[in-house]
């Protein structure tokens, strides 16, 4: 392989490695965001007609279970994309030495 095609190869794997990685992070940051505005939907909405020492009932901790773990995709695809650019990553790596 000619060297100027090996410099390209190493750019493009590193560009779909940031790509890659810079996506899965967003998708994580997403999820976190999400998960956030559970709790405290969960926090504020269910205190208010009952005292704090009151047991929590059995239909809002469904509630909240099900918003929590609704999408396990956007875990999957974040985890995926960024194993996919580490493994971009050390291919470019590779090519540039």
């Known amino acids: ?9 190493a750019v493009v794997c590193f560009s779909v490695a ?11 940051a997403a999820d976190a965001r999400r998960t956030g ?12 007609g009952r005292d704090r020492e009151a047991p929590v009932r059995l239909g809002e901790l469904t509630g909240l279970l099900d918003s929590l773990l609704g ?7 974040a985890t995926a994309l ?7 990553g050390a291919l470019g790596w590779f090519l540039a030495l």
Do not use: P, Y
Not at 1 to 9: D, I, K, N, W
Not at 82 to 88: M, T
């Open 82 to 88: 960024l194993l996919i650019g580490v493994v971009a």
């Open 1 to 9: 392989m000619s060297e100027t095609a090996q410099v390209a190869l």
């Open 71 to 77: 999408n396990r995709f956007d875990r999957a695809a």
């Open 37 to 48: 505005s559970a709790l405290r939907r969960w926090r504020d909405g269910g205190t208010a």
């Open 18 to 28: 940031l790509l890659a990685q810079v996506t899965g992070l967003a998708l994580l």
